[in-house]
């Protein structure tokens, strides 16, 4: 912080986020920024920011979704929870880095949308698996199955990246089951702390926690769909799907997306 005017940080958990925050706080002041692009808990992210406003710099809680393929490319989504005043000195940098970029209001906006966001990328997850088996066990096709996904009304943005994994057998959408169980325990807390009565989320933990007993706790994601092969005896896999994912999105500076109101 000492030696930039802007220090980004993106890191496993709030308690990696907080120790990093500690060092960086006596380095802070008027015209610093820190900008937290980690998945994180919202109270933590606002008592960290809280801590960076008090030492006169400014902060931006700005995590982004899309995976890690169009992070490669500079493709990938990015919220930003700040003042509009701080967005705007952030924003020509954040282009840079992601294609869409949406202001969200305050400081902490940001991490409990971004982890609503995986929520729901994990609940896609577990019904594509689910489909998928359903469809090999009926005689289906999978190659077939999937474009028969793909086209229609139930396709999503985790079928067309994840479901190609599992079909190649790679298995490797580099996030980890721990990361999904971090994100989604976050989620159910945001639940629980406003008296939400949740029944899919609870489910999903129980189904992600057997998946890391079985596989490890840090096995990838995408091998969840190996406790419904064990079960079945059958194979989730079909020829012609990638090893790896290749965003195909042509690389452009991002843009500001405006809220409709």
Known sequence: MQDCDAVITCLPSPAACDAVVSEMLPHVGPGKIWMEMSTTDASEVKRLGALVLAAGGEAVDCPVSGGCHRADTGNISIYAGCTRATFDKVLPILTHMGRRIL????????????????????????????????????????????????????????????????????????????????????????????????????????????????????????????????????SIQAPGFPQELIDDEPEERGYEVVVRR
């Open 103 to 234: 202001h969200v209001g305050e400081i902490g906006n940001s991490s409990t949308l971004k982890v609503m966001t995986n929520y729901l990328a994990t609940a896609n997850l577990i019904t594509v698996c689910e489909a998928l088996t359903v469809m090999k066990a009926a005689g289906m096709d999978l190659g077939m199955t999937y474009e028969a996904i793909a086209m229609s009304s139930g396709t999503s943005f985790v079928h067309e990246t994840e479901s190609q994994l599992i079909l190649s057998g790679s298995r490797d959408v580099n996030f980890t089951m721990d990361l999904v169980q971090k994100d989604i325990g976050l989620f159910q807390k945001i639940a629980d702390d406003h008296g939400v009565p949740l029944e899919i989320s609870p489910m999903i933990i129980d189904i992600m926690s057997d998946g890391q007993k079985r596989y490890g706790v840090r096995a990838q994601s995408d091998r969840i769909i190996e406790r419904l092969e064990e079960a079945t005896g059958l």
